[in-house]
């Protein structure tokens, strides 16, 4: 890696909640690196966080951002359709590259972004923080050490705070019901009230009989109302024509 005065130069792609609480306050808080550009197809927004995290140059098109010849990596912060496309652009120019998840929809394109990467000589990360918690570290080390032996499955639950209200912690509505079912409780406030998410098996919405909860069968998914994806995508639907 090209290093100025040992400090990464940095250009960051998308000016979104991301960008704004995970990203730019971790870049603030490390003097090795230093984020020296922005880009969003909203100006106001890339302006906004400018002036909030002291970046010196804004940008509306990811192009005019990659082109640059001092920065050392590129972070992409943008809607998920998009990370891909950015990420290989950056890689074509010889920029290395940290990636929101997911990197792209279809593995095989993933890997093509990694073969590129290894082939210009350039690091690639994913934003997989979990991988460097303390929990996570030392159920690694017991695996290198042979303490559990050969692995073969991992069933593992993930109570992920930032969505809960401590007055209403997670929790499976009726102790007592199917566990293969996974009932939504305090999320459905939060999901369903403010974000539009339903549950669904086969596209089809599911609700549980007799209550005001949701529920997840295995192989469902959920889905979003989309508008607010697709006033994301539609920010960086340039890249896609």
Known sequence: ??????????GLLGAGAWAQFAHLPGY????????VAIADPIR???????KEFNIPRVYTSHEELIARHDLDAV???TPSATHFALS???????????????????????????ALAVSKGLKTKVGFTFRYSPAMRYMKSLIDEG????????NGHEQNSQWLDPQNPLRQVDHTADQSIIHVSSLEGVWGADHGYRPSVHGEPVRAG???????????????DGNDDAHEHRRWRHLHR
């Open 1 to 10: 890696m090209s290093i100025r005065d040992s400090v990464v130069q940095v």
């Open 28 to 35: 603030i808080r490390d003097p090795r690196c230093k984020v």
């Open 44 to 50: 106001e927004r890339a302006e906004a966080f400018a």
């Open 210 to 224: 007799g209550g005001d909860h949701e529920e997840l069968h295995p192989g469902a998914h959920g889905a979003r």
């Open 147 to 154: 303490f559990i032996g050969e692995p073969f499955i991992f």
């Open 88 to 114: 290989w652009a950056a890689l074509e120019s010889g920029k290395h590259v940290l990636c929101e998840k997911p990197v792209a929809y279809d593995y095989q394109d993933t890997r093509r972004a990694a």
């Open 75 to 77: 972070d992409v912060c």
